[in-house]
């Protein structure tokens, strides 16, 4: 198997043998390193050697030796070496998927919502710290800093391997359900590399996001972030074409949207809105359902578009809604009026990407080519994805020899 698909699979396994061996020893940050190590020899075995029958069985045999050796090498540990020791490595692993149980650990009382998120985008994401810091829009650095901090909290704390109580659980919901939507967006979206999406990363997403909707039932928020990752997820394989290069929402061929997603996430945020209270997630999700009810671009109801992200911008006052906004805004009054919101974004989202590609986008719109032209090939430098920058680029040279381009730019998707 190329080394590139077995990396796929082991970043997949990984959240749940890491559950398996937090639950068994009891120390959170031992078993991280041990199934860092198993994820490595993995990678180096299996391209060479094959997959092995039970993949995860392997992973999981593999990190328990080496959990063993580490409690082994600190004598004050004895005691969990032998809670350890007492399920021999090679034991038949119950077929538990304590990734969820993770997920709340990882939402530790003790932690800020931002070191958190971090941990659990490590941990049970998968994500490198460098992935991380970018979606917090911080040094690599200072994030490193930020886990590490946080594991030693766990730690420290004892807190023991289970899902916390209802009072308990419905504290930590918000940031559980932060990390599983930056989860999600890595994978839709790729902060760096070749490949557009990583199809693995969204997948897992949508995995734990169903679990937590089926352990919650009741909550607005757990199925509107559900609902949102499947109306989001249905228009991926229109999203880039045989080349790989992306392609902007209101190009795209929306008849291979997937039906059945867009079905399934419109009945449940058609449900969740008629809950009590409204939160971003639910909102994020009906912005999503008018999109995808459209047949074609021009049937897309923009004022109500503008109007859900009016009402999301004032309920979180996040700068990346403010550009949807004024995108938004811009489909409704005029590119002019967009341009003017924009205007107010320089100091919030300093050298964004995302920032440059909707002014280009909007001075398109308002006719001013030469800006429009500067601003896209500036927003292609500053993104780390390659499908992206090639993107921008062809946009930038399109529009400088005298071609119109497509109608949306990257952020309305």
Not at 97 to 102: A, G, H, K, N, V
Request: glycine letters at 6%; charged letters at 25%.
């Amino acid at each position: 198997m190329p080394r590139a698909e077995v990396e796929d699979l082991v970043r997949t396994l990984a959240p749940q043998v890491l559950a398996v061996l937090a639950r068994r020893s009891g120390d959170f940050g031992a078993a991280e390193d041990a199934t860092q190590e198993a994820l490595l020899a993995a990678v180096q075995h299996w391209p060479v050697e094959g997959i092995p029958e039970n993949p995860r069985g392997w992973l999981l045999q593999t990190a328990s030796r080496r959990i063993i050796d580490i409690f082994r090498s600190d004598q004050a540990r004895r005691r969990r070496e032998d809670t350890v020791a007492a399920e021999p490595p090679g034991a038949e692993v119950p077929d538990r998927d304590d990734t969820l149980t993770l997920l709340f650990l990882c939402a530790h009382p003790s932690l800020t919502s931002a070191s958190a998120i971090a941990l659990t985008l490590r941990a049970v994401g998968g994500l490198t710290t460098a992935e991380i810091a970018s979606a917090f829009l911080v040094p690599e650095t200072t994030m490193a800093q930020r886990i590490s901090r946080a594991k030693a909290k766990i730690k420290k704390s004892g807190l023991p391997f289970r899902m916390p109580a209802a009072d308990e659980r419905q504290a930590r919901l918000r940031s559980v359900l932060h990390v599983l939507y930056l989860v999600f967006n890595e994978g839709y979206t790729s902060s760096g590399g070749r490949r557009l999406h990583r199809t693995e990363l969204s997948a897992e997403a949508i995995r734990l996001a169903r679990l937590l909707h089926a352990a919650l039932p009741d909550d607005g928020e757990a199925a509107g972030l559900l609902a949102l990752m499947l109306l989001t997820d249905a228009r991926r394989p229109a999203r880039t074409g045989p080349d790989g290069d992306l392609i902007p929402l209101a190009d795209q061929d929306r008849s291979r949207w997937d039906r059945s997603l867009i079905r399934e996430g419109v009945a449940l945020i058609t449900a969740a809105l008629t809950r009590d209270g409204i939160g971003e997630y639910r909102l994020q999700a009906a912005i999503a359902a008018t999109h995808d009810i459209a047949l074609r671009a021009e049937d897309t109801d923009w004022p109500r578009v503008l109007t859900l992200y009016t009402r999301l911008e004032a309920l979180t006052g996040n700068p990346v809604v403010t550009l949807n906004r004024a995108i938004a805004t811009a489909m409704v009054q005029g590119p002019d009026a967009g341009l003017t919101m924009l205007a107010g974004l320089d100091d919030r989202l300093p050298d964004h990407h995302r920032l440059a590609a909707a002014r280009a986008h909007l001075l398109e719109l308002a006719g001013e080519r030469e800006e429009a032209v500067r601003h896209y090939t500036a927003a292609a430098a500053r993104t780390g994805n390659t499908a992206e920058q090639r993107y921008l680029t062809l946009r930038a040279a399109r529009l400088r020899a005298g071609h119109s381009t497509s109608r949306s730019p990257i952020g309305t998707e």
